[in-house]
C-alpha cells in the first residue's frame, strides 16, 4: 500500500518559520533563508504586475532573504512577462546584467 500524498502548501511566507509540510514531513526554511543571505552577488527577482502566481507583494516580501536585491515588476505583465514584453523585459534584465 503507497503512502497517502498530500497536497503541499502554498507558497510560504519570507518571514514564516517553517514552509509547513510536504507529503508528510515538515520543512524547515532558515537554513534556505541563510544560504540566500550568503549569496554574494547581485539578485534580480523580477515579476509581472499582473501575476497571480508570483505576485509584487510576494516579491517585494522576499526581496529582504537577499544582501543585493533589486526587485522590477513590469507593468501590464502577468506570469510570462518575457512574452507579454519581450523589449521591455530584455532591457531590464540586460541592465542588470551589465
Known amino acids: 500500500m503507497s503512502p497517502k500524498r498530500t497536497r503541499p502548501p ?8 517553517r514552509a509547513g509540510s510536504f507529503a508528510g514531513v515538515d520543512l524547515d526554511v532558515s537554513s534556505t533563508r541563510a544560504a540566500l543571505k550568503g549569496l554574494r552577488g547581485p539578485v534580480l527577482l523580477y515579476g ?3 501575476d497571480p502566481m508570483v505576485t509584487s507583494a510576494a516579491l517585494c516580501e522576499t ?6 536585491v533589486r526587485v522590477v515588476v513590469q507593468p501590464e505583465a502577468a506570469h510570462v512577462p518575457w512574452v507579454d514584453d519581450p523589449r ?3 532591457a531590464t534584465v540586460g541592465s542588470f546584467l551589465d
Request: aromatic content about 10%.
Open 10 to 17: 502554498g507558497p510560504p511566507s519570507a518571514t514564516s518559520p
Open 48 to 50: 509581472g504586475e499582473l
Open 88 to 90: 521591455a523585459f530584455a
Open 63 to 68: 526581496a529582504p532573504l537577499f544582501n543585493d
